[in-house]
């Protein structure tokens, strides 16, 4: 229980886990920026010419890939094989439109992880972005929200019921969870990942996390404001999502005490059917129409997972409850103001000094970076695809610009404070 | 064993993909037809500009089909038609006057695949060639 309880004091405070984390996230960024300026259809440049260079380009990629894996150069593997996942998109998108494809955001998911899946055996970490991706195809397919309604609508003016078109779809979601949750407990029970006892569940169950996120979203902008639609939407709401949640709980809480083995697994699940429980109830007081509340409701599960984790940061309360509130505040009022973005700005200040009295490397970090974040998200313009594929390959330059600074002259500003 | 397969397998999508570009390619080898259209234009962040494009069976020359008979059900009740945006005002107007057809690769029993667009009588290509003069 001991070495349990090191490796993962040790894996929690791995700066440099971290730090690859972002540089995946600013990799993302710079492959979004190519999806986006290949969305952004040239038209006068042959189909040929568009097909041949894509395909260059996957082919280029991958050789490059071979050699970096061949020759133990593990980072530039990684970066290369999160370019490839995001070119493999790009490509899709591309000849979407050259044969004039419709646009189908699960039907695309879906081809993208039936392509993309050898990467995850050079790439572990990408796990991250294929699951939350694959779960989108498998199941979005089932719950396209536009032909969903249609069905339901239907089905309820036809005489029938809506359950009927509702059961396919909730068995699908059980389905997905079976696979993916069978899936995550192989991979945290073999042997090799003894000292991966959090990280890869917790890399899963935010994957799951996210992909609720997507789903209760999808609803909330989708669904027909009938009585029948609406009782649909609790069942869906209770079996779909509360149900299969306590089960994984209750059943990677048996598997851990069997294996005496510690994980926050079972408290993270368990507060995630609890959230959807307030959600449900939120439905039927007054604020049940403001999507304020029910949207925070998940970025706070997430907040609690991590004051939980905080346990194990020597960390003033101060600090701690200032990046609660900072992190709620983040999600849940995003706004593209600049009226939001500057006292945004100045809590990431205020955060950064905390923790540079604190001697909390990390979460100093986390301030500054997130300051960035939240800079190049304020000049976000979707309305231009040319030029927000051009801002986003800048934005994860930046990023990884800052990574790069933080580490080099990290280490100056910290000596300088420890000799204080 | 592991390291002579994950080369092969990083090859995958490269092979898939090219198998799918395949594919589609045969299906617009069939008979051209021309239907007219009715629509306008959305935002889609992950496929780019495009416009939304019914069908309008109605303005639409049925003697192109056998035995002068639309096949609606053969097609879907709308289509994609990927453009810039430096377009889309131009095409929405021609889209709006009613002087815009989709083209298909069409064969009963197969998917119709969108070929072209005509606009004025004219291909897309051209359209937007004279657009920016």
Redesign the interface.
């Known amino acids: 229980m001991a070495d349990i309880s090191d490796s993962l004091k040790k894996k929690v405070y791995d700066e440099n886990y971290w730090m690859m984390v972002l540089i995946y996230f600013a990799s993302f960024l710079i492959g979004l920026g190519i999806v986006a300026e290949i969305a952004f259809n040239w038209e006068l440049i042959p189909d040929s010419v568009k097909l041949g260079g894509a395909l260059a380009a996957l082919i280029i990629n991958a050789m490059a890939l071979i050699w970096a894996m061949k020759a133990d150069k593990k980072i530039l593997t990684q970066i290369l094989a999160c370019v490839y996942a995001f070119l493999i998109m790009g490509v899709i998108g591309l000849v979407g439109q050259i044969f004039q494809l419709k646009s189908d955001l699960a039907r695309g998911c879906l081809t993208w992880s039936a392509l993309s899946w050898p990467l995850f055996l050079v790439a572990p970490r990408l796990l991250w972005l294929w699951l939350p991706i694959a779960f989108i195809g498998v199941d979005g397919s089932a719950w396209q929200s536009h032909v969903l309604q249609d069905e339901v609508v239907r089905s309820v003016v036809n005489g029938g019921s809506a359950e009927a078109v509702m059961l396919p779809r909730i068995v699908s979601v059980y389905c997905c969870l079976c696979l993916l949750g069978a899936y995550e407990l192989w991979v945290n029970f073999k042997k090799e990942a003894q000292d991966n006892i959090v990280a890869k569940p917790l890399r899963f169950w935010s994957a799951m996390a996210l992909y609720t996120v997507y789903l209760r979203m999808m609803f909330s902008l989708t669904l027909v404001e009938t009585e029948a639609v609406k009782a649909v939407h609790d069942i869906l709401l209770a079996f779909a999502w509360i149900l299969p949640y306590l089960i994984f709980a209750g059943l990677v809480w048996a598997l851990n005490k069997h294996y005496n083995r510690k994980s926050f697994m079972p408290l993270f699940l368990g507060g995630l059917a609890l959230e959807f429980l307030i959600t449900l109830a939120f439905k039927y007081c007054t604020f049940h129409s403001h999507h304020l509340f029910s949207g925070a409701g998940i970025p706070v599960v997430f907040v609690a997972v991590l004051a939980l984790y905080s346990r194990h940061y020597k960390m003033s309360k101060l600090l701690r409850f200032c990046y609660f509130l900072l992190f709620v505040w983040f999600v849940s009022v995003w706004q593209n103001d600049i009226f939001d973005v500057i006292p945004f700005l100045i809590g990431c200040g205020v955060g950064a000094y905390l923790a540079y009295r604190a001697r909390n490397k990390r979460w100093f970090n986390i301030a500054v970076l997130a300051a960035v974040l939240r800079i190049l998200g304020h000049y976000a313009d979707v309305d231009n695809l040319q030029f927000f594929g051009i801002y986003l390959i800048g934005s994860g330059v930046l990023l990884l610009l800052t990574i790069l600074l933080l580490k080099k002259y990290g280490k100056l500003l910290w000596e300088n404070r420890n000799e204080k | 064993m592991k390291n002579k397969v994950?080369?092969v397998?990083?090859?995958?999508?490269?092979l898939?993909?090219?198998l799918?570009?395949l594919w589609?390619k045969t299906m617009?080898v069939f008979e051209r037809v021309e239907i007219a259209v009715s629509g306008y234009d959305p935002?889609?962040?992950?496929?780019?500009?495009?416009m939304n494009l019914q069908l309008n069976w109605e303005a639409t020359d049925c003697s192109q089909f056998a035995n002068d008979k639309c096949p609606i059900t053969d097609f879907?009740a709308f289509?994609?038609?990927?453009?810039?945006?430096k377009?889309s005002n131009a095409l929405t107007q021609k889209v709006n006057a009613g002087s815009v057809k989709l083209v298909f690769s069409y064969e009963h029993g197969y998917k119709p695949?969108?070929v072209d667009l005509l606009v004025d009588g004219k291909s897309?290509?051209d359209f937007?060639?004279e657009t920016a003069r």
């Open positions: 994950l080369p397998l990083l090859f995958l999508p490269v898939g993909m090219m799918c570009v589609l617009t935002r889609d962040f992950f496929s780019g500009n495009y879907d289509y994609h038609f990927y453009i810039q945006q377009n695949m969108i897309y290509i937007i060639k």
